[in-house]
Nanobody
Framework: QMQLVESGGRLVQAGGSLRLSCAAS????????MGWFRQAPGKEREFVGV????????DYADSVKGRFAISRDNAKNTAYLQMNSLKPEDTAVYYC?????????????????WGQGTQVTVSS
């Protein structure tokens, strides 16, 4: 059974940067697309970004485009979310997810495996 474990979330001031990691075990990440989602209090889970199996294709939500970047290191079985120019509205629990489906998707139901989430809090 595959497990995903996020890390790197913490309290940061607006304008700061964080890098989240998503470490996988139980299955090779190289055969899976990797997505990041977030959920703020009282809101639905929303798509943040996704990277395809090879790392050559990415897609981002408009709210984070130009500020966030997803990467992956298949040799380390780890995916990353680099977050720059953070805003208070980026405050949320961030989840990584893995998809066995072909291509990339913004839809949560296309993802087979989910991590437990890591809290990111951005203070103004």
């Amino acid at each position: 059974q595959m497990q995903l474990v996020e890390s790197g979330g913490r309290l940061v001031q607006a304008g700061g940067s964080l890098r989240l990691s998503c470490a996988a075990s139980g299955r090779a990440l190289s055969n899976l697309g990797m997505g990041w989602f977030r959920q703020a209090p009282g809101k639905e889970r929303e798509f943040v970004g996704v990277i395809n199996r090879s790392g050559g294709v990415t897609d981002y939500a408009d709210s984070v485009k130009g500020r966030f970047a997803i990467s992956r290191d298949n040799a380390k079985n780890t995916a990353y979310l680099q977050m720059n120019s953070l805003k208070p509205e980026d405050t949320a629990v961030y989840y990584c997810a893995a998809s066995a489906a072909y291509g990339i998707s913004r839809l949560p139901n296309r993802y087979n495996y989910w991590g437990q989430g890591t809290q990111v809090t951005v203070s103004s």
